[in-house]
Every structure is written in structure tokens, then in C-alpha cells.
């Protein structure tokens, strides 16, 4: 749908797009092609969008054969979108994606994959709720604020560096895959999008361990400019941040910035095993 399309039939469904909401459409269809190529999305795959907005995406996904299911938090959009790709594969949820039992969609325990155009409001907070699932995604393709992506592949001792970063690499090796210039969308944002592969580890925690790492890293981070193990210990036994750290190999005057993916995973599991 190119942009004079799209400006029309927002005006006659009586939309404007929000800001708030992150309602940034996408009007460049030989971009949307090129997101779904890299999905690589298989005849059978469980494949959930979030926002789909006005179909750039879901025009193609409803005709790779997967069992698809898309979140619209809008009213009128979701009323056109079900009129629009009646007779599809497409399971329209109308909800906000952030609140929305994901994990009830394909079934508890089911596989399934996320390609999406993610709305800048709720981008971060959707992942978040992600890492949280029994089940994750296999997958992410996604869409989010360049800022944001940068953000979930930094390395240590970067500003970009935080307790999200580590949170998520801990299950998904990240990749930056394209920086997306604003003329893709209508309206464009006042920022550069980028496009962000997710791809679960193999390695990653189990569900018990990957609680104490969020709980571990959300503290140590909360002053970035403090020692890490003093900010740890208001939510662990001091003694305990002290010999995980040491366990890990961490300096106990260090930062939690300094702090690598594999040192706070040493002592995730060290203070598992301690019982906290």
C-alpha cells in the first residue's frame, strides 16, 4: 500500500495515527518483501505479528502457509483488518499485545515465531514479557527504534550497556540486521528504525536460573555509577553477591557495566545452587 493509499483510507475509516501508540505505518512494499524474505517463514510455522496496522506485513505472511496470528490494539483497524483477510489464515486477537496471554495463542508449550513491525510504544515491553515465557519465541524479526536495538546488542562498557542487555542476550544472540530510514513510514518517526534478528540460544538458562539472572542484574544495575555488589545486596544476601563474585572471577569494586554476559550467568547459577 503506497502512501496516498494509505492517507485515503485512513481518512475514510476515520483514523489518525497516534503517536502515543507508536502508529508509524509501513508504506515501502519492496521493504516489507524484503522483512519477509529474511523471516524465511515455513509452511506450518506458528507466526505472531504485533501491530499489524494496515497489512504490509500480513499481506504477505497469510500466504506463506503458516498458522498465523496477529495482535491490533486499534478498534478500527482491527475492524478492517478482519474484513480485509476474511477467508485467510490470519487469527485476528484485537488487545494490547503487552497484556495479551502470548503464550495461550498457539498453545501452552507450542513453538512459535514473531515477525513483526513492533509499535515504538510497547516495543521493549513486549520483548521484556518474552524473556519471561516458559516457552519463548524460537525467533524474533522485528522492527524497533535504532536506539533500541543498539541497546539489545551492546557489549560491556558501552553506554548502550544495562540490565536489558544482559536479560535478553542471556536467551537471544542478537543481530542488527538493517538501519531503516524514516520515508518507509506514514507518518514518518522522528528517529531511524532498525531491523533486529533474535535467535534463541541454545545455551540458554533454565527458567529457574533465568529468574535469579533478571532479579541479579536489575539490581546491580539500578545505580550504574555505584559498585555493583553493594546495589546486589540489597535484594541477595551480601555474602553471597561476594562469593558468586568471586566464584565468577568478578572484581567485588567493580561496575555493574564492566560485568560480562558469561560472569553474570557464573553467578546466576552460583546463587541458584546457594539458594539465594
Known amino acids: 500500500m503506497i502512501q496516498s493509499q494509505l492517507l485515503a483510507l485512513q481518512k475514510k ?13 509501513l508504506v515501502d512494499d519492496q521493504f516489507s518483501q524484503w522483512i519477509i524474505k529474511k523471516a524465511d517463514i515455513k509452511e506450518g510455522d506458528n ?20 498458522n498465523f ?15 480485509s483477510f476474511v477467508n485467510t489464515s490470519l487469527k485476528l486477537i484485537e488487545g494490547d499485545a503487552c497484556k495479551v496471554d502470548v503464550a495461550s ?10 515477525v513483526s513491525n513492533l509499535p515504538y510504544s510497547c516495543g521493549s515491553v513486549f520483548i521484556a ?3 519471561l515465557l516458559e516457552t519463548p519465541p524460537a525467533d524474533m524479526l522485528v522492527m524497533l527504534q535504532k536506539e533500541v536495538a543498539e541497546r539489545f546488542s551492546a557489549s560491556p562498557g ?10 535478553l542476550q542471556a536467551m537471544y544472540e542478537p543481530e542488527i540486521l538493517r538501519i531503516v530510514p524514516p520515508d518507509v513510514f506514514c507518518p514518518p518517526p522522528d528517529v531511524d528504525s532498525a531491523i533486529l534478528r533474535l535467535k534463541l540460544r541454545e545455551d540458554r538458562l533454565p527458567h529457574d536460573v533465568m529468574k535469579i539472572l533478571n532479579n541479579l542484574v536489575k539490581a546491580s544495575f539500578a545505580h550504574r555509577r555505584k559498585k555493583m555488589y553493594k546495589q546486589a545486596a540489597a535484594f541477595f544476601d551480601q555474602q553471597k553477591i561476594l562469593d558468586a563474585m568471586a566464584h565468577a572471577g568478578v572484581d567485588k569494586d567493580i561496575r555493574a557495566e564492566k560485568v560480562t554476559l558469561e560472569e553474570f550467568k557464573k553467578m546466576a547459577f552460583f546463587l541458584a545452587e546457594a539458594g539465594k
Request: hydrophobic share 45%; net charge positive.
Open 105 to 114: 495463542i498457539f498453545g501452552q508449550g507450542v513453538p512459535f515465531r514473531v
Open 129 to 131: 514479557n518474552m524473556l
Open 69 to 83: 496470528a496477529a495482535i491490533e490494539f486499534d478498534r478500527k483497524i482491527a475492524e478492517w483488518l478482519r474484513k
Open 47 to 66: 507466526v505472531l505479528e504485533v501491530g499489524p496496522g494496515f497489512g504490509a506485513l500480513t499481506s504477505h505472511i497469510v500466504k506463506t502457509g503458516a
Open 158 to 167: 558501552t553506554e548502550a550497556y544495562g540490565s536489558f542487555t544482559v536479560r
Open 13 to 25: 475509516l476515520g483514523v489518525a495515527p497516534s503517536k502515543k501508540m507508536g502508529q508509524n505505518f
